[in-house]
């Protein structure tokens, strides 16, 4: 009995424990969410929490009405787009050779791979290599730099080495070749770590910065992360039609902000419960590697 | 019997080799035609900036190249070593990754714990999908939201103090403030996504062992203790030394997201100094020393964490 009570009041603790937990999660984004959502005295006042106040919707107005800012959030999934593309095909040739154990210079791949994840040219000279090639302002120097990693590389890898030989065996007998095989036979296998490297990839390139801030000055090729990041942390304004021009002058600051930084959250969120499926099962791939 | 064979390999072992190379190319060169693209990558965008850090040792001059510069006899290091600013960068790196690991490092571990011990199913998913959400926001989003609710006018936690009496404080402008909310952000953003690598590990523990405890009449706490921790202890600690691996290296985003002129002294790191030197004031040598010597240093560090996970991994860790 009297450890029936105990458990029972050791539950009631925990689900409130992991209640706290979950607000302190959310807090902070319906806080912004509410400023956006709020009026100027409201915000003022001091009178929003984590609910709209007087509703007013102008900030996204001002937001929606910044052409660039449109421009950018498709640019930002056109770029998000290829770069998956190009850095899982990439990452494919990559894995599948390596996966085979009796390829004749294996090790020696794997050690150019696996040692640029111990060390690398750094900030500095990944700067000049870029503006060498002549990409500095263009589209592909926020693709190819980052193009591979190295870890998603050993992920897959090893997953391609858990496939069953005899699979792949009978095909080569059959004269089939190695595209044949990769195409046909492994990577329909292997599509739901596909799926969660791709996510990898697409996350990482969507909230991704630096690249942008150092290689890029042209407004046109800003990635939504840039863009947002000069709205919260230069003061700039969005750029604004004259018909829009007296909205945004009776505007907070605070409430264009947080109006900007739901802008760049709500894409995440809409494709957030797919994300996290594959998500999980990836970490799970990359921790049995570990 | 074995004999006559080897001879004739040893007769004809350098022809009989390419042959054999030949007949082994020409079932599988389509693999190495494969490679050749992903190693062009590596070779391109990860190796030739390795030639790069030559610079580090010459006085770059864009004219001459990386490698027409003229050497400079360790002159970019005798300066980086003689910077105020480069000091205070290796310590803030060094100070925000510890804070972040006396911080950061138990909070999934308590997190995996409690959701692993909550019966009700549904409850347990729709936590998990909350708490993994703020892993999937960008440093620049999350600085966004900071600056918003830790702002002194309007900013929730400052509003609420008010209710409470007490007056706006400054997080963002003040040093100790300002590290309290960095490190706060860093358990934010990652504690429920970390969590789930003790998620599995505690999955993994067989039932068996808390049906014994039971029998043995211990309580649900009694049998965390005794039975959860130190079955997911491997895990643990193997964590803990990689992360302790990690401790002389920082991504540029967050501290750059989060920082301000206001508490430099703390916020400033050593991407965000090389990224400084380097980029705004065009110092390309000194900066690139600044990397290069964080690179070494983070390697070793890497390194010999590796070492000693793989060590403690191959004895079962005690």
Known sequence: ?290 | MNLAPNIAVKNTGVKQRKRKFIAYMSQHYLLYIFLILPMAYFFIFKYIPMYGLLIAFKDYNVFQGIWGSPWNNFATFKEIFGMKDFYRAVRNTLLLNALDLIAGFPAPIILAIMLSELKNKTYKKISQTILYLPHFLSWIVIGGIVIQLFSTQTGLINVLLKKMGMGPVEFLSKKNNWLLVYVASGVWQSAGWNAIIYLAAIAGINPELYEAATVDGAGRLRKIWHVTLPCIKPTIIILLILNVGRIAQIGFDRPYAMGNYFVTEVSDVISTFVYRVGLRSGRFSTATAVGFFQSVVGMVFLLTANYIAEKFGEQGIW
């Open chain 1, 1 to 290: 009995m009297v450890a029936d009570t105990r458990s029972k009041i050791f539950d009631i603790v925990l689900n409130i424990l992991i209640f706290v937990a979950v607000l302190v999660c959310l807090i902070p984004i319906l806080h912004v969410a509410s400023i956006s959502l709020s009026s100027n005295s409201a915000i003022l006042g001091g009178r929003v929490y984590i609910w709209p106040v007087e509703l007013n919707v102008d900030s996204y107005k001002v937001v929606f009405a910044d052409k660039t800012m449109i421009k950018s959030l498709v640019f930002t999934a056109q770029l998000t787009i290829i770069y998956t593309v190009l850095s899982m095909l990439m990452t494919i040739l990559a894995a599948y050779p390596l996966s085979k154990k009796g390829l004749k210079g294996r090790n020696f791949f794997l050690l150019i791979i696996v040692f640029t994840m111990y060390f690398s040219g750094g900030m500095i000279p990944d700067y000049i290599l870029v503006k060498n090639l002549g990409l500095l302002n263009n589209f592909w120097a926020l693709v190819l730099p980052g193009l591979v990693s190295a870890f998603n590389m050993i992920v897959l890898k090893t997953f391609f080495s858990t496939l069953p030989e005899s699979l792949e065996e009978s095909a080569f007998i059959d004269g089939a070749s190695y595209l044949t095989i990769l195409v046909r036979i492994v990577l329909p296998l292997s599509l739901p770590v596909l799926a969660t490297l791709s996510l990898f990839y697409a996350v990482g390139r969507w909230n991704y910065f630096m690249d942008a801030l150092l290689y890029i000055t042209d407004s046109k090729l800003y990635p939504i992360q840039l863009k947002i990041y000069q709205i919260i942390f230069n003061n700039m304004q969005p750029e604004i039609s004259a018909i829009e021009g007296n909205l945004s002058s009776n505007l907070l600051p605070e409430s264009l902000k947080a109006a900007s930084v739901m802008f760049a959250i709500i894409p995440i969120i809409m494709i957030y419960p797919w994300l996290q499926k594959y998500f999980i099962s990836g970490i799970m791939i990359g921790a049995i590697k570990g």
